[in-house]
């Protein structure tokens, strides 16, 4: 395959280092890599395929003569080089939020709607970490019959909010090993030995904006502009991977045993599911890896269109960076 040249906008950022791993791991054709990221991080080096590459200032000049820029960087500054990007003549995976919604920019999880790289004008949006996690588990379902509504809680790991989150966790239980108290900066509140019932600002009817992605993001990337989802995000004190507790109803019901079949055979999917023997997902089985496992698949008892279902993936790998790499890998 002809080699590609890369950039990542945000290449010092716990996401931009997994994709420095992922395009190693995936063998992804890269003939230069461009890392780059804020003044501040300029000048310093990190290693790719054995050598060192020197991280440099982002500008606007710096896009000229890349095929691919993967962005993992913060909203405003997706929205900041966006045009300088795509002027170029590179396209951009875009990781931030920045532009999920915009109907001209597909969003795209690569096991459910590849076909809508082919839209692309420039830009494609990588989705929420939880909204990946959670659609690439119900996308068989989806498929047999279209979901009508979900109602979903997540339980989301301290490294979705940085590489900051998983070390503020440490120490706090460090310090209160020690008897000693800890003043929170990553999050609102002491996240050791507690969850935090909060996750994104106040966006609509007392729904936070992290709770509104499943639904917005789901729509586009399944194809279903009905869906509705009421969904409540929860900080947890596990260090990654992601996990979801969904409820959904389908048009015409599905059967406990169609489902696990269904599952089993998805793309990105692994059953995992076997409460007898206590076998089902959790975060750390499937931290460090791209498979979604899914499991404790059972009738709904309130309503006979209903399924409920667990899930677990990771959130920094297939939940951002992995995800926009098999983007790339569709758009070249």
């Known amino acids: 395959m002809k080699s590609v040249h890369v950039g990542i906008l945000g290449a010092t950022g716990a996401v931009g280092q997994e994709m ?3 395009l190693e791991e995936r063998n992804f054709p890269v003939g230069e890599l461009r890392l780059l990221a804020s003044k501040r991080s300029a000048g310093t080096t990190v290693t790719f395929r054995g050598e060192p590459i020197t991280i440099r200032e982002a500008n606007d000049s710096a896009f000229e003569g890349l095929n691919i820029v993967l ?3 913060e909203n405003n500054i ?3 080089f966006a045009d300088s990007i795509v002027k170029a ?3 951009f995976v875009d990781n931030s939020s920045a532009f999920r919604l915009d109907p001209n920019v597909p969003l795209v999880v690569p096991e459910i709607n590849p076909e809508d ?3 692309h004008k420039g830009i494609i949006s990588n989705p929420n970490c939880t909204t990946i996690v959670t659609t690439v588990a119900i996308n068989a379902l ?3 019959s279209p979901i009508e509504t979900m109602v979903v809680s997540s339980y989301q790991a301290t490294s979705g909010a940085g590489a900051q989150g998983p070390k503020e966790l440490m120490a706090e239980v460090e310090a209160l090993s020690r008897g000693e108290s800890y003043e929170p900066k990553v999050f609102q509140y002491q996240i050791a030995y ?3 019932p909060q996750i994104g600002g106040e966006q609509y009817k007392g729904y936070t904006s992290e709770e509104m992605k499943l639904q917005n993001e789901g729509r586009k990337i399944l194809h279903l502009p009905d869906l509705l989802v009421s969904c409540t995000c929860v900080r947890v004190p596990v260090v990654r991977s992601h996990s979801v507790s969904v409820l959904l109803r389908t048009k015409d019901p599905i059967s406990v045993e169609r489902a696990r079949t269904l599952i089993a055979n998805a793309p990105g999917c692994k059953l995992v599911d076997d409460l007898k023997n206590h076998i089902y997902p959790m975060p750390l089985d499937t931290s460090d890896q791209d498979i979604i496992f899914v499991g404790r698949i059972r009738e709904d008892l309130t309503d006979p269109r209903g399924l409920n279902l667990w899930c677990c993936g990771d959130q920094v790998r297939k ?3 992995t995800n926009a790499i098999q983007i790339a890998e569709l758009a070249i």
Do not use: D, F, P, W
């Open 142 to 144: 989806a498929k047999e």
């Open 194 to 196: 507690n969850v935090i």
């Open 319 to 321: 939940g951002a960076a």
């Open 71 to 73: 962005g993992a960087a």
């Open 20 to 22: 420095l791993k992922i």
């Open 117 to 119: 790289v082919k839209k």
């Open 89 to 91: 003549g590179a396209t």
């Open 78 to 80: 997706a929205e900041r």
